[in-house]
């Protein structure tokens, strides 16, 4: 598999939710913020690690993928209500579903707060336009080169 598997899989599970529109979910697209709606989530590639645990041909990666959670901004208040319960259900959503709804060789998958609140202004200090907070979801996965390249 790969880390834009694992990222796909991640943007399926948070399209399910009631909470989000399909087309409110990206993969490294913050043009969704341009676009109405009040919530969106941003998904993109954070650190990574690769080890061997014991046999050569077996491989253990440990993705790490940053999830931006945006709620627009409305009053000193609501945004910030709405936005927690948005990162709850993205919290939820990957403890409920650890192996990412069964993806082939990931075998845990966990969710942890980042930072505090962020609130986006633009670049002429206008705003604030959104309220944000960034979800670190890490996915271990364990995959198998038994029959290919030098273990064929």
């Avoid at 943007?11 to 979910?25: G, M, N, P």
Wanted: proline share 2%; no cysteine; net charge negative.
């Amino acid at each position: 598999m790969s880390y834009a598997t694992v990222e796909a899989g991640l943007q399926t599970l948070l399209q399910a939710l009631s909470r989000f529109e399909d087309a409110d979910v990206t993969r490294g697209d913050w043009r969704v913020l341009d676009r109405g709606g009040a919530e969106k989530v941003v998904l993109y590639q954070g650190p990574f690690v690769a080890d061997r645990p014991g046999d050569w041909s077996q491989v253990h990666y440990g993705w790490i993928v940053y999830a931006e959670v945006y709620e627009r901004y409305a009053d000193g208040g609501a945004s910030e209500r709405s936005l927690t319960a948005a990162v709850q259900d993205v919290l939820d959503t990957v403890g409920a579903y650890v192996t990412l709804d069964g993806l082939s060789g990931v075998r845990d998958a966990t969710a942890e707060r980042g930072e505090g609140l962020q609130y986006i202004y633009d670049e002429d200090g206008g705003g604030p336009f959104f309220v944000m907070e960034r979800v670190v979801i890490r996915v271990e996965e364990d995959v198998l080169y038994d029959g290919s390249g030098e273990f064929a």
